[in-house]
Each structure stands twice: as structure tokens, then as C-alpha cells.
């Protein structure tokens, strides 16, 4: 063992019971790695390794997890970029041979490992981004097959799912600023968001700032900030929820906020958190596409709906005050001094 195999952006290390992956902190490295710096996937977390043609005279190693084993590709959901998955291995193509040496000595490793695919490469998974469509979900039984990988039984493409998470999951408090409100996980039972004067609809300020118990939620929905239509949703076991996430006040929305560094090792760590404890799982929602009209950074609400004169203007008052504080730029108290009015 302590076989090493060094990359573009990162390096494979093979320990006894797992694979080590370190990840450089060069200026073109992605963010969401540095954010990672190292990780420690154990061989039963893994459900087989691919090696293929990459891009630009490349190959590209793949270690394959299992379903349910990383919160982080849990919460991923298949939506990260080739360039930021953090089990991609990318080397130059001169180097394939070493690379296909390393791949089988990886599969034998994972042969004997329980629920693998091993050498049998895992199928249709094994070849794609991930299983679309399955983040935050508690479980994976009743699925008739998603994105052409066959569900039977709880076994997916060959692979049984892992029963918990194998991976560990970014560890410590987590923050991020997100384009209505920060939030903040104290790494072991609580969530809070708080609104931002600016950017918060009249919903989620009548509301007030929101924190939630760990026990409370059932799963996370994390839609990717490299979009237009971003968030990070805190499921609860009462089934309560807004159809638009910028009137839910256990949702933040990204708009040109919550990079995917920080956005997305959050909502892992809050996943693990509602997983670890003794409690029975919850099948939750995926997630689905933001109603036309609805963006992130629309405050206004159905048409013909109006809102609340009291609120809106004592909303205009508080604005006004964060704007000869110096708080809020002339062209920002402008803006959302006339968003406000419009929903009179």
C-alpha cells in the first residue's frame, strides 16, 4: 500500500482500508477543493473506478461512490461541473499506463468490499455524474429507476446503496452569505438564517430570523449558486414549506451569492448532522425547477397579490437608515426602495 499518484489538482494516495485524496492549493485549483483540502474515502464507500479519455490530451480517473456513502455528492446531487468533482482524477495522457495500473489495483481492492460493483465497473452510474435527483433524500426505496440506472430492491446499477455515510462530512461551524441572509450551522444541532434588509422579501422579514433544530429537519435541497435559480432549502419533518424559495423563510437564495465552496459543504455537513442521530428517515421531495417568474431575486409576489402598507413602508424606513449610515450605496436604496413600492 501507500501507492501515490499525482494529478492536475490533486493526489491519490491507496491506504490499507481506503483512498486518500489531497488536494493542491494552486490559483487554478477550484475553490470547492481547497475548501476540502483532503479526503479519506474509505473502500466501502467506493462502488467501482473508471478510467477514460479526458479533454486537451488527458485521461481521467474516476472513483465511483456508492449511493448514500458522501453527503457532500449527496447533496451534490449530480449538479457539480466535471471540473469540481472531487473524485475525478485528471492526468496528462502520457501517463495513461500508470493510470490504468493504479485503476486495477483499485478495482481488486474494491472486489472485496460489500454492496461494490468492483470490476464490474458499476454500470450506468459508473459512467455518469451521479444520480440526478436523489439529494437529500433519506433513502432510496421505491425508486422504479432514475436517469436509466435500474432501481430493484434498494440495489442500484448492481451497487447496494450505503445504509449511512461513509464519508466524513466538512467538519467545524459552517457560514456562507447568501443574497437574502446569512447562514450559520453550529456543526451539531442548530441552523440559522438571518435576513438581509436588502435582499429579503416582506415574507421572510414579517418572518424574522429563523433557527432550526437539527431534530426538526429531515433533509437539505441544494440548488447550485452556479445558477440563476439557486438555494439551499432546510426540509422539515412537518412537511411546511413555500412553493418559492424567496418566500420561505427555512430557504436562503443564492441570486449572485453563495459560491458552491461554501454553499455546498454547508448544506453536506447539515445533511450528515439530520443523518447521524437515531432518527427514522423521512423520504423528502426532489427538488424541482423555480416556477416561471419566480427568481431569486424577484420580491414581488403573484400578480394582483399586494402587500402589507405598514410592512412596506416600515421597510423603506429601516432602509432609509441603513442608507445615510452608509450602509446601502444611493444606487441600492434606489433600487429597492422602488422593488418595495411595487408591491403596494
Do not use: N
Amino acid at each position: 500500500m501507500g501507492d501515490v499518484l499525482a494529478g492536475i489538482h490533486a493526489t491519490w494516495e491507496l491506504e490499507s482500508d481506503a483512498l486518500v485524496i489531497r488536494f493542491d492549493r494552486g490559483i487554478r485549483t477550484p475553490k470547492l477543493f481547497h475548501a476540502l483540502r483532503e479526503r479519506r474515502v474509505p473502500f466501502e464507500a467506493l462502488a467501482s473506478v473508471t478510467l477514460a479519455p479526458g479533454r486537451r490530451g488527458t485521461v481521467v480517473l474516476h472513483a465511483v461512490p456508492r449511493p448514500g456513502a458522501d453527503p457532500l455528492m449527496e447533496a451534490a446531487a449530480g449538479q457539480l461541473k466535471e471540473g469540481s468533482d472531487p473524485y475525478r482524477l485528471v492526468l496528462p495522457a502520457e501517463r495513461e499506463p500508470l493510470a490504468e495500473q493504479y485503476r486495477d489495483e483499485l478495482r481488486a481492492l474494491l472486489d472485496a468490499q460489500p454492496g461494490a460493483a468492483g470490476a464490474a465497473g458499476y454500470g450506468a452510474y459508473g459512467d455518469g455524474d451521479g444520480l440526478d435527483g436523489l439529494h437529500g433524500v433519506d433513502g432510496l426505496d421505491g425508486f422504479g429507476g432514475v436517469d436509466g440506472v435500474d432501481v430493484f430492491d434498494g440495489v442500484v446499477g448492481g451497487v447496494v446503496p450505503a445504509d449511512r455515510f461513509l464519508v466524513e462530512p466538512p467538519s467545524g461551524p459552517q457560514s456562507f452569505k447568501a443574497y437574502d441572509g446569512k447562514a450559520t450551522f453550529d456543526g451539531t444541532s442548530e441552523v440559522a438564517f438571518r435576513w438581509s434588509w436588502t435582499g429579503a422579501t416582506s415574507e421572510k422579514w414579517k418572518a424574522g430570523d429563523q433557527v432550526f433544530a437539527v431534530r426538526d429537519l429531515c433533509g437539505v435541497e441544494w440548488r447550485s449558486p452556479d445558477g440563476v435559480d439557486g438555494y439551499l432549502r432546510l426540509l422539515l419533518r412537518d412537511g411546511a414549506r413555500a412553493e418559492r424559495p424567496d418566500q420561505d423563510p427555512a430557504c436562503v437564495v443564492f441570486g449572485r451569492y453563495g459560491p458552491v465552496h461554501e454553499s455546498l459543504t454547508f448544506a453536506a455537513a447539515v445533511l450528515a448532522a439530520i443523518r447521524g442521530g437515531d432518527r427514522v428517515p423521512v423520504p423528502v421531495p426532489v427538488p424541482v425547477a423555480v416556477a416561471a417568474g419566480g427568481g431569486a431575486g424577484e420580491a414581488a409576489g403573484p400578480e394582483g397579490e399586494r402587500r402589507d402598507p405598514g410592512v412596506v413602508a416600515e421597510r423603506i424606513r429601516h432602509l432609509g437608515e441603513l442608507h445615510r449610515a452608509g450602509l446601502v450605496t444611493d444606487a441600492e436604496f434606489s433600487a429597492k426602495k422602488a422593488e418595495l413600492l411595487a408591491e403596494l
